[in-house]
């Protein structure tokens, strides 16, 4: 059974830091596509960044630069990074994964879910 476990998140200031972990089960995180997506409130989920099955690293544009997504295949783990972090960053965060070629930040083709961590980043 795939499973997904998100956590690292919490409370911190404008300008600071946090590391997600998304820890995987179930299969090995190299063969599936895997993606950190975010939904703040009265808002539709959206994805952040996506490492795709052959290591394609994809960053929305929000993000880049701040953000950098990565994995440890002993582990089974993949993390999410995130430095400089704004009020506007202020969401649930959720990993997902799926069985695709390509990767992509749409998360309609997502079919794995872990539950969320919240990130709340004070002004």
């Known amino acids: 059974e795939v499973q997904l476990q998100a956590s690292g998140g919490g409370l911190v200031q404008t300008g600071g830091s946090l590391r997600l972990s998304c820890a995987a089960s179930?299969?090995?995180?190299?063969?599936?596509?895997i993606g950190w997506f975010r939904q703040a409130p009265g808002k539709e989920r959206e994805g952040v960044s996506c490492?795709?099955?052959?290591?394609?690293?994809i960053y929305a544009d929000s993000v880049k630069g701040r953000f950098t997504i990565s994995s440890d295949g002993g582990k089974n783990t993949v993390y999410l990074q995130m430095n400089n972090l704004r009020p506007e960053d202020t969401a649930v965060y959720y990993c997902?994964?799926?069985?695709?070629?390509?990767?992509?930040?749409?998360?309609?083709?997502?079919?794995?879910w872990g539950q969320g961590t919240q990130v709340t980043v004070s002004s």
């Open positions: 997902a994964t799926e069985n695709l070629k390509e990767g992509t930040l749409d998360p309609y083709y997502f079919g794995s």
């Open positions: 490492l795709g099955r052959y290591g394609r690293i």
């Open positions: 179930g299969f090995a995180i190299g063969s599936w596509t």
